[in-house]
């Protein structure tokens, strides 16, 4: 990741600020603009400022690598996307969310909300023999969803960045051993998000071609979702199936705990829904003709990114996991220019990433803004610290403060 | 970039092709597709393949290293654009090839081409102070442009990968300076992207406010352009303006050359043009409003990529320069897997980007995809080279082939 690793905060244009839009009512956004991280241009759709971006690659290189371990190919396929392969799916009148739009011949294309219209005849070109079998592809792309109600700040949003991985198969045992992994994997992912502990796996309704698909929902207070959580196996089910199972599809237990919860992942078994309408297939052993079957398996990283600002904040801002931190350290000068330049070059040197407020404004507006932003370890250099022997360190998560020799703190940060 | 460094060719999913579609007579499309780095979807439209991704990830990687080096903040804005906001600067009715949505409300959107309809108002937000300024915000985002004729390949999408960079400055004289470090910048990365010495930098139309903006063209027989060269200063003229112009402006000469030339950036003084339909300004020392002015910088990276391919090509494939291209080393195994797979893991273990062809394939048909695909270093590992004690190394550029000891193999491609 070749972002800047660390940056002078009186050079950062996007400023915190006292209050969000009048007309945001989502908690993860009013957080998220006053702190300066995104900025909203209208219902839906959010511009990602230099903190924001920060942290949208940092999940990005979470769940890469990740997806990578199970063999994921990365590739990057188009938002413009042709009508007759929607109408082969049949889904460009039933979709009611896809966003349409005509070129100069009159020409109409939709802009993709997802990608099988896309990645099916796409390997209708390269796969042959079922030897090519199975392999899975995905990318990280900007959705388009026409969505009616788009009060959710980046949760839900009528353009967004998303992960999506496609897996294909020969046969349905195939396909179940690639979807455990794959729930492996977004396990991983969601835990190295600093959300494992409160995510679950949701049975879910399936579409019509699998029994279930499932959900990776994360227990919150300002979920849109509800889910039913089975005291016994800690598996869920969305509320959309619940009239339907009276016992737990996967232990058979039957005392469940309600919860409203998001939805930051899903992983569906396609099975041919797709691949059946482009005649997609492959000659088997014996040279005859098989269809492949598919699944399909997405998280949304602004939700992602969302979620975690509405699990991890307190009344004076946010408070980072460090794995998907804009910074690991905020170091705050408080009149002490000479000490804190020198601590910063140290950190730089040592490629700690560090946002460095060398601002000439008070210390009251400088821990506010630092409370505000929720950079993991706050580092304050001040008369009062350097007179104590070192530096000021607060873990914005624990809010301890403890005096730190500046070597010590140097080899702290460095690990 | 935490691509994958390594790889197996017989996992790649998107193989080389014989015959590259019919309908695609750009020779860069032709050669990308051929090789698996692009697939085309429609006219102007293409999906980046695992190969093809890494080329543009490597080119994107670049252009960040060097806008970063003159303070570019790195932002993400959105394609959904407000048409109010196209009809304050007035583009809405006069910009022919922009695409245009609806919502479910009815309400109209423009899918971005270019971002001033949104940089300009997000900066209204953050803008206070003279002492706010300069400064610069870049972004890599997905264009789109309802081009009438989209036959140049990935030289001209109507979708389409760009790094766009804006500046804001009180003064001309702060423009100027900041201009002229664009410039070099961009001098830097077209010299590492392998294009140096072709590229002129060129005197082009300004638009209404400035006499003249300036395009970073690479001379090539395909290109769509038509540049002069000053044969006194090396600079250029663009054929559009050559009428109103005698004299080279920079060095008074008057021997030109003509040639053929893709243009691969160009940079804009904008002056007033965006910020003043938005009443953009700061106050100044003496508290009074002052006018912001503001320049623009751009680069297709899709462009970039195929020009790349334009220019470093011969009769048998692609000739990517190394920093650029997918993987350093191509590994062939003829035959010896247990030799070949035991170099495979001692360049993965070295961090050597290597694609490693272990299929079971002929010899031949291995060396024409090489060539095809046209990664810097081929190795071989055959009976024959291990005979001679070692492995057989060209370099896809010079042609050369040298039979080289397996340590001093791993020694020179460490470097």
Chains 1, 2 share one sequence.
Not at 195 to 205: G, M, V
Not at 283 to 298: L, P
Not at 321 to 347: C, M, N, R, W
């Amino acid at each position: 990741m070749l972002l800047f690793s660390h940056m002078k905060q009186s050079q950062l244009f996007a400023k915190t600020q006292k209050n969000a839009p009048k007309d945001e009512v989502s908690l993860n956004a009013q957080l998220l603009i006053r702190a300066g991280f995104v900025d909203k241009l209208m219902a839906g759709v959010y511009t990602y400022l230099p903190l924001g971006l920060r942290v949208m690659k940092k999940i990005e290189n979470i769940i890469r690598e990740e997806i990578n371990a199970i063999g994921g190919q990365e590739i990057l396929m188009p938002t413009l996307q042709p009508k007759e392969n929607w109408q082969k799916t049949g889904r460009w009148d039933t979709m009611d969310d896809l966003y349409k739009v005509k070129d100069s011949s009159g020409r109409e294309m939709a802009l993709g909300p997802t990608h099988e219209e896309v990645i099916v005849p796409l390997m209708e070109k390269f796969l042959n023999s079922y030897k090519d079998l199975p392999f899975a592809v995905y990318q990280f792309q900007n959705k388009f969803r026409m969505e009616r109600r788009a009060k959710s700040g980046i949760l839900r949003g009528r353009e967004f960045m998303m992960k999506d991985l496609y897996s294909f198969h020969l046969n349905e045992k195939d396909l179940d051993e690639y979807y455990e992994k794959a729930k492996e994997a977004y396990f991983k992912i969601f835990q190295r998000a600093g959300l494992r502990e409160i995510t679950y796996y949701t049975f879910a309704s399936g579409g019509s071609f699998s029994k279930y698909s499932h959900e990776f929902q994360i227990v919150a207070p300002s979920g849109e979702d509800v889910i039913y959580i089975c005291q016994k196996c800690k598996l869920a089910i969305n509320k959309e199936i619940k009239d339907k199972i009276e016992k737990c599809p996967e232990c058979g237990g039957s005392d469940f705990k309600e919860e409203k919860s998001i939805e930051v992942g899903n992983i569906f078994k396609l099975n041919n829904k797709y691949t059946a309408p482009f005649n997609l297939g492959v000659t088997d052993e014996k040279g005859e003709k098989k269809e492949i079957i598919m699944g399909c398996y997405g998280i949304g990283l602004g939700r992602l990114m969302g979620t975690i600002v509405e699990i991890y904040h307190d009344e004076r801002g946010i408070i980072w996991p460090v794995s998907v931190a804009p910074f690991k350290v905020h170091l705050l000068d408080l009149g002490q220019k000479t000490e804190a330049e020198k601590i910063y070059q140290e950190l730089t040197n040592k490629k700690v990433e560090v946002l460095y407020d060398d601002r000439e404004i008070s210390a009251g507006e400088k821990f506010a803004d630092a409370d505000l932003i929720g950079i993991p370890w706050r580092v304050v250099v001040s008369k009062k610290s350097l007179e104590k022997g070192g530096v000021e360190v607060k873990e914005r998560q624990a809010g301890k403060i403890e005096v730190m020799e500046i070597k010590k703190l140097l080899e702290k940060l460095e690990k």
